[in-house]
């Protein structure tokens, strides 16, 4: 007779776990364990995230036992045994223990997918000593029943906090909820669990998102929903959101991130003679940014922070910066935000009424904010990756000759300068007001002598392009102005040319999207607004164009295609 032991399972369970890992391919998992993802929405976020591992908790009686457990099931028993400090908090929470009672490790040997992508088994390792009684060994017999930290496991690519939040949105959209989370500063990592939906087609009830870095601010929103606090809990939470944006304005205006480390913590005495501030304000200051992880307190030194990866994209020299937008939401905006009351009242932005002019006369008038603005735009840059590969855009270069692309109010030619470096064989031309053009002149570096430089406004759309490209222009204007735009482009276009249009849509229903902050952001500040699809179609065809079809980009947005009828 074979008796079944604790350890015997254990191997069962990680030979099991490793050969899910070796068979799955992100796509279809996705599709499983959200069932209803598909179509656009599944390319998009299999562009945002792939699957890295399943992860089991297992009870060994000892680190010589694990291993022995590990080489049993055709995993690897190297590898360095580190705290895992998510996974201990939850275990110390749900038994009622301090989380400083269980010596919880993580190991993570590594698997290969089907196509040899480096994939892994994360196995949480807590010793229960065979025969001893305790708590390690209570919980062990309950765990290994329930099997609650079991669970797959998706990476983020590039994890920013807009697309930590379009990957959150998108799993609670499919029906997952919120199951709790955590930042481990020995990996710096953060880790979003999420209950599958009931009508999930994996063996896995939990689903984790991990992110490489630093996003507690993210995680703070997640934790939230889960804890489903009292609502007036809640509404305080949201009224101090205009503090998150000035401390954001006040760390980018003091160069805070300039004068500090991502490896090297310092506290607020050696840091304000640097950024000119006063050390225990600055301290004050220092500890609401740790809240919001844009800096991280360092472990066993109270009051020395580090920067983390969201704070690093707070210095000015940091590759997809967002110090100008911080700039720009601490000051003009978050002054004019100020009129949102008048402006729902009146129609009229709150930028008119606190300026006395609009946003781009405004900005005109002044070069330092101009250019600053023009700055701030580039933040969203990433959203522009995946358009290289428009099959419009990769059509025109493919054709002889070479063809045109038109980039209408482009800025400073960041969209433009992409397309041009992608596909040598394209030329291009850039429409814009005069203080912008000679910035993208600079900015556009070798590529600008293949591109040619237009001072105008839309009615001097030139004709005889093959791709013209309005990227986030439309949602500045009211309906009337859009058709009057729209038109001046269909004037322009050769018969045979096409459109393509980047923007956020609206959602149809009522899910979390970043273009419904943004349709507030352009009602106050431009008197422009957001749209649905359909919406757009209804414009274009009222300016002699039709509606091809759109696709997702990064950071919720669309590029829509449209020809003229």
Not at 185 to 204: N, S
Request: glycine letters at 8%; a negative charge; aromatic letters at 6%.
């Amino acid at each position: 007779m074979t008796t079944t032991t604790p350890a015997s399972t254990d191997v069962e369970r990680l030979r099991a776990a490793a050969d899910f890992v070796r068979e799955q391919e992100t796509p279809d998992l996705l599709a499983r364990v959200l069932p209803g993802l598909d179509g656009p929405e599944l390319r998009a976020m299999t562009e945002r995230c792939r699957f890295s591992h399943a992860a089991l908790l297992v009870f060994p009686p000892d680190e010589r036992a694990l291993r022995a457990e590990l080489s049993a099931a055709g995993l690897s028993p190297d590898g360095e045994a580190r705290p895992s400090v998510v996974v201990r908090e939850r275990l110390a929470a749900r038994h009622g223990l301090g989380a400083g009672e269980l010596d919880v490790r993580i190991l993570r040997p590594a698997v290969h997918g089907p196509g040899g992508e480096g994939r892994a088994v994360e196995v949480f390792a807590l010793t229960a000593p065979a025969g001893a009684a305790g708590a390690a060994t209570t919980i062990a017999a309950e765990e290994r029943a329930a099997d609650r930290e079991a669970h797959l496991a998706f990476d983020v690519e590039r994890p920013d906090p807009l697309v930590l939040r379009g990957l959150r949105a998108g799993f609670l959209r499919h029906g997952a909820a919120p199951d709790g989370g955590g930042y481990n500063p020995h990996e710096d990592g953060t880790v979003f669990y999420f209950a599958a939906p009931d009508e999930t087609k994996t063996p896995y009830r939990r689903v984790e998102l991990y992110a490489r870095g630093d996003h507690r601010d993210v995680l703070a929103e997640h934790l939230d929903e889960r804890r489903a606090a009292h609502p007036a809990e809640t509404l305080l939470r949201l009224l101090t959101g205009a503090w998150t944006t000035q401390a954001l304005a006040a760390c980018a205006e003091l160069r805070l991130p300039e004068a500090m480390s991502p490896s090297t913590a310092r506290g607020a005495e050696e840091l304000a003679p640097v950024v000119g501030a006063r050390p225990e304000n600055l301290a004050t200051l220092l500890r609401y940014l740790a809240m919001v992880g844009v800096v991280a307190e360092e472990p066993g030194a109270r009051g020395t922070f580090r920067l983390t990866e969201a704070g690093l994209l707070l210095r000015e020299d940091a590759e997809g910066s967002v110090r100008a937008l911080a700039l720009m939401y601490g000051g003009p905006f978050y002054e004019s935000f100020a009129r949102l009351t008048h402006t729902v009242r009146t129609g009229e932005p709150g930028f008119e009424d606190r300026y006395g002019e609009n946003h781009f006369d405004h900005f005109a008038r002044d070069p330092e904010l101009a250019a600053r603005f023009d700055r701030s735009m580039t933040a969203s840059a990433p959203m522009f990756d995946p358009l290289p590969r428009h099959p419009v855009v990769t059509a025109a270069a493919a054709a002889p000759g070479g063809r045109t692309v038109v980039d209408i109010a482009g800025g400073t030619g960041e969209l433009l300068g992409r397309l041009l470096t992608a596909h040598p064989a394209l030329r291009g031309v850039l429409l814009e007001r005069a203080h912008v053009v000679e910035a993208a002149r600079a900015r556009l570096g070798t590529v600008a002598e293949r591109c040619a430089f237009l001072t105008g406004d839309f009615a001097d759309v030139p004709a005889d392009g093959d791709v013209y490209v309005l990227s986030r222009v439309l949602h500045d204007w009211d309906d009337e102005r859009c058709r009057a735009i729209l038109r001046h482009c269909a004037a322009a276009m050769p018969p045979e040319a096409d459109l393509l249009i980047v923007e956020r849509l609206l959602p149809v229903d009522p899910s979390p999207s970043l273009a419904t902050a943004w349709d507030l952001h352009m009602m106050c500040n431009t008197g422009g607004r957001e749209r649905t699809a359909v919406a757009y179609a209804r414009l274009l065809a009222d300016a002699g164009l039709a509606l091809v079809g759109h696709s997702p980009l990064p950071l919720e947005a669309h590029v829509l295609h449209a020809r003229r009828r």
